[in-house]
């Protein structure tokens, strides 16, 4: 794939057919609706950031970033979900999360966590590892006091 220009934008709800190989959507009907029902309803909600790479009009990725405000720690929580095409250049990852981390900082988070599942293989985790991210168990930590 050739390397060019990397465009963050807000994800729109005519993204989802693109973004369905990413999600591993099953091809049933009736899934087809409600994961669309769905997709509206998160692309739409002011509870999270939702973005897209696209690099030479193709979509190679996505962040969502969901707040939440907590009891422990004064003010929010930002909680990271992101996907990239297993092909895309690295640096679609790197800007991902750069663009995750900025988004959660202008909204007044302390931390970004993602949580991982024990099956995730090393190569998935790398891009957060060198982002500055910690894992604590099942959860990667990343502060966010300080620039990206």
Not at 70 to 81: D, E, K
Request: proline share 7%; with cysteine; glycine share 6%.
């Amino acid at each position: 794939m050739p390397h060019g220009l990397i465009t963050i934008r807000r994800g729109r709800r005519t993204d989802l057919p693109a973004l369905a190989p990413l999600l591993a959507f099953p091809p049933t009907h009736d899934t087809d609706k409600k994961h669309t029902q769905h997709w509206r309803r998160l692309v739409s909600d002011p509870a999270h950031d939702f973005y897209v790479a696209e690099q030479h009009g193709t979509l190679h990725g996505m962040v969502l970033v969901s707040y939440v405000r907590t009891l422990v720690h004064l003010g929010w929580l930002a909680i990271l979900n992101i996907a990239v095409v297993p092909l895309a250049p690295s640096d679609i990852s790197h800007r991902l999360i750069d663009f995750a981390k900025a988004r959660a900082r202008k909204r007044g988070c302390q931390r970004l966590v993602v949580y991982v599942s024990g099956s995730e293989p090393q190569m998935a985790l790398t891009p957060l590892l060198e982002a500055g991210f910690l894992r604590m168990g099942e959860v990667l930590s990343c502060f966010l006091q300080g620039s990206p």
